[in-house]
């Protein structure tokens, strides 16, 4: 299944077991192979390497973590703490 990744902005993300974790503000893209590699609960505003890194770590979800995309996004773990 397809959608426009504009109609994921500004929708509500929570887990799995009902916990709401914010607002999709930003997404992060392979454009290569045309997948969307995570959701960001933040719109990054860092100034430097560093503070992007931990803001991709503490600040967004693995889209392989998503479970469903309908009214909301569900995902199975938390915010992400790992990097691709």
Do not use: C, H, W
Request: neutral net charge.
């Amino acid at each position: 299944m397809s959608m426009r990744l504009s109609k994921l902005y500004g929708m509500d993300i929570f887990t799995d077991s009902g916990k709401f974790l914010g607002k999709v503000q930003e997404i992060v893209l392979d454009l290569e192979k045309g997948v969307v590699l995570r959701l960001l609960l933040e719109p990054i505003s860092a100034a430097n390497k560093d503070d992007v890194t931990r803001q991709l770590k503490e600040k967004s979800v693995l889209y392989k973590s998503v479970k469903s995309v309908e009214d909301v996004v569900v995902v199975s773990k938390p915010v992400s703490v790992e990097l691709e």
